[in-house]
């Protein structure tokens, strides 16, 4: 019998059978030969834990503030494309599911559901994460369509400039099979055909020329917050702080576009060090369990993304799959609280690490 919160390995597994082999390919592709996608897993892995014993933990409570608001917990959801590719209700499964868990959902550019739908079926807050294209004309419409539609913030991913070369995945990312087409990017003027030539490394819907001025832009022409993702040098979130940022993530893409980067949890404690606590630090990649995200808590993060995880449970249960996977890391996150002495976030400090 399934139990009522499976191990994420159970969720990998059920999609494995379930996801079409495009989808496959597309969730678990890797720059190069994958080394960067499987440090990120591996580097929580080799992070020991000191608990503190003899402390009352009677209540454990793993909501965190985040940009003015209060969360129930700190686990999100990161932008990921597609997701009509995992299931046929797409974003809008992925949407409840994160309402259903008390998860903040990031919408990617590359939704195969409209904005407006997905804000539609949202029960809890949502970021609209955005790949600058080279059309500004483009790109203010789709922002503006964001806020007007209820965007708490936009995560502006910098990390792309050009795509990577992914291994496996032997799709160009923007051929939709029959039936599927992009909730945003089919409006792009310039259309998503990949170029004839392979030799050319840029791409119509990615802008390679998008530097800290124009970022600074465009924090100060919205309202919004601006976070910026894909930030790992300690300059760089600098950088991003000065240009306005409202918040940074450290983020290798989930090791899809440059091998032999490092684990972003490597990377994590040179940026909230540089960052010194003016603007929130979250991080992504390779967090796998509750234990993961303490970690990640303790180094410094205001909290964490979760990118194939809830696709697996996605394709594997829709809506149901989603919440699950999320409920699961929460309740191991609660657990890993207690058995380590702390009752808050707040109180979630690199005292927990054993060093
Ligand atoms: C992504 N990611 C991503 N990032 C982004 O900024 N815009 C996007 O459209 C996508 N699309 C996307 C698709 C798929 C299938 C994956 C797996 C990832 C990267 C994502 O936001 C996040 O950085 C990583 O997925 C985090 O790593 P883990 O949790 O997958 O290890």
């Known amino acids: ?53 003899g402390v009352d933990v009677t209540s454990v409570d793993p909501s965190v503030r985040l940009l003015g608001r ?6 999100l959801l990161a932008p990921t494309g597609c997701h009509r590719l995992f299931h046929p209700e797409g974003e809008l499964a992925s949407v409840r599911g994160a309402g259903e868990a008390g ?15 997905i804000a539609a079926a949202a029960r809890g807050p949502w970021w609209f994460q955005l790949n600058p294209a080279p059309d500004a004309g483009f790109v203010a419409n ?68 998008l530097t800290w001025d124009r970022l600074a832009g465009l924090c100060a022409e919205r309202e919004l917050p601006v976070l910026v993702k894909g930030v790992l040098r300690g300059d760089d979130a600098e950088r991003a702080v000065a240009a306005g940022a409202a918040g940074i993530i450290v983020s290798n893409h989930g090791g899809r576009n440059l091998d032999t980067l490092p684990a972003t ?41 979760l990118g194939r995880p809830y696709l697996w449970g996605l394709a594997a249960e829709g809506a149901e799959g989603v919440r699950r996977v999320v409920t699961r890391l929460r309740v191991e996150l609660e657990m890993a609280m207690a058995l380590c002495g702390v009752r808050t976030t707040d109180e979630i400090t690199d005292d927990v690490l054993w060093t």
């Open 1 to 53: 019998m399934t139990p009522a919160l499976p191990p994420l390995e159970h969720y990998a597994a059920l999609a494995a059978e379930r996801m079409t082999d495009l989808a496959s390919r597309y969730a678990a592709s890797a720059a190069g030969s994958g080394h960067t996608a499987r440090w990120n897993e591996e580097r929580y892995q080799e992070i020991r834990l000191a608990p503190r014993v």
């Open 70 to 75: 209060r969360l129930p917990h700190p686990v």
């Open 103 to 117: 998860a903040l959902f990031v919408v990617s550019s590359y939704t195969t559901t409209p904005t407006a739908d």
């Open 142 to 209: 789709v922002l503006d369509e964001a806020v007007a539609r209820g965007a708490e913030a936009l995560v502006v991913t910098l990390d792309t400039p050009v795509a990577g070369m992914r291994s496996g995945q032997g799709w160009d990312g923007v051929s939709l099979p029959d039936g599927l087409e992009f909730g945003v990017l089919r409006d792009l003027p310039a259309g998503l055909a990949p170029p004839a030539d392979p030799e050319v490394i840029h791409r119509s819907a990615l802008d390679a020329g």
């Open 265 to 305: 949890v490597d990377a994590l404690p040179r940026v909230v060090e540089r960052v010194a606590g003016r603007v929130p630090v979250l991080v992504d990649g390779g967090v796998r369990s509750g234990g993961d995200v303490l970690k990640a808590l303790a180094l410094g993060a205001n909290a964490v993304l």
